[in-house]
Structure formats: structure tokens, C-alpha cells
């Protein structure tokens, strides 16, 4: 179970670090930004796309 408490707290980081920055934006091309970032650290981590279309 260790590593399941792990994992939930790197995700929860993760998380705060997306809220954080979204809020510290201060334009949509800022907030754009931030989330083509999350989406590429996500492409990272799981190796898979999470751009429009990505289900399709």
C-alpha cells in the first residue's frame, strides 16, 4: 500500500502545481500555456496523447 500513498501524493502535487499555476496566469494564452505543459508531462508519464481528438 506504500506505493499506492505515493502515487496519490505525487498526484496531488501534481495537481496543486496545475492550480497554482493556472491562477498565477494572468492571460489565456498564459492559462494555454500551462495547460499544453500538464498535457505534455502527462504525455510523459503515461506515453500517450491527451490533446483534442485523443479518444477519437
Not at 42 to 54: C, F, P, V
Amino acid at each position: 500500500m506504500a506505493q499506492t500513498d505515493e502515487q496519490a501524493r505525487v498526484v496531488a502535487q501534481r495537481a496543486e502545481a496545475l492550480h497554482t499555476a493556472i491562477h498565477a496566469a494572468r492571460t489565456p494564452d498564459q492559462i494555454r500555456e500551462v495547460c499544453q505543459a500538464a498535457a505534455a508531462d502527462y504525455t510523459a508519464q503515461h506515453g500517450r496523447s491527451t490533446g483534442q481528438g485523443a479518444s477519437q
